[in-house]
T-cell receptor, first 114, second 114 residues
Framework: AQSVAQPEDQVNVAEGNPLTVKCTYS??????LFWYVQYPNRGLQFLLK??????LVKGSYGFEAEFNKSQTSFHLKKPSALVSDSALYFCAVRGSGGYNKLIFGAGTRLAVHP | DVKVTQSSRYLVKRTGEKVFLECVQD?????MFWYRQDPGLGLRLIYF???????EKGDIPEGYSVSREKKERFSLILESTSTNQTSMYLCASSLGGANYQPQHFGDGTRLSIL
């Protein structure tokens, strides 16, 4: 069965420092991976996806993610964090059976301190 | 931009009441989804629909039903609410087919059952 794990409930980082939000996955077959962000009282916004090709994927708001097949990981990164990046981040993997179903991790709260 | 609109941001209902949550998307997407979001559990799929009048159960369909009479509208129905259905409900839509397109989310309905 497909699954996603986000091992950290919360990540704290100082503004200007690099940030990493971790995600590991378990799939049968090729993984199709997504990152979403949720700001308070809002729905999820798509950040980036990995389907195939280059292991470093660039997305919205300066975020990028590194796909590592041997470690079954898809960590979200940003070189320099902003206070406005503080939000809830979800990693997701495309489920089996088509229809673009997604299986989400539990989420990681990112807190960027001034 | 894709717009997914959920009819209510906040709802308070009493145990046993029937509740309709409405979702409308404006991008002619084939797929529509209903999730509930609970702290520490991420998003869990309740039902999805891949075409008008077509629906499939997700991971937690018990206590819920859905209706899709028109392509742009997908309704979630709680026939007889219980307190354990207090949650944030999120609607999403995506293009159909195996195209790995992201889902687009509404801002959610926070439902409280007293």
């Amino acid at each position: 069965a497909q699954s996603v794990a986000q091992p950290e409930d919360q990540v704290n980082v100082a503004e200007g420092n690099p940030l990493t939000v971790k995600c590991t996955y378990s799939v049968s077959g090729n993984p199709y991976l997504f990152w979403y962000v949720q700001y308070p009282n809002r729905g999820l916004q798509f950040l980036l996806k990995y389907i195939t090709g280059d292991n470093l994927v660039k997305g919205s708001y300066g975020f990028e993610a590194e796909f590592n097949k041997s470690q079954t990981s898809f960590h979200l990164k940003k070189p320099s964090a902003l206070v406005s990046d503080s939000a809830l981040y979800f990693c997701a993997v495309r489920g089996s059976g088509g229809y673009n179903k997604l299986i989400f991790g539990a989420g990681t709260r990112l807190a960027v301190h001034p | 931009d894709v717009k997914v609109t959920q009819s209510s941001r906040y709802l308070v209902k009493r145990t046993g009441e029937k509740v309709f949550l409405e979702c409308v998307q404006d991008m002619d997407h084939e797929n529509m989804f209903w999730y509930r979001q609970d702290p520490g559990l991420g998003l869990r799929l309740i039902y999805f629909s891949y075409d008008v009048k077509m629906k499939e159960k997700g991971d937690i369909p018990e206590g819920y039903s859905v209706s899709r009479e028109k392509k742009e509208r997908f309704s979630l129905i709680l026939e007889s609410t219980s307190t354990n259905q207090t949650s944030m409900y999120l609607c999403a839509s995506s293009l159909g087919g195996a195209n790995y397109q992201p889902q687009h989310f509404g801002d959610g309905t926070r439902l409280s059952i007293l």
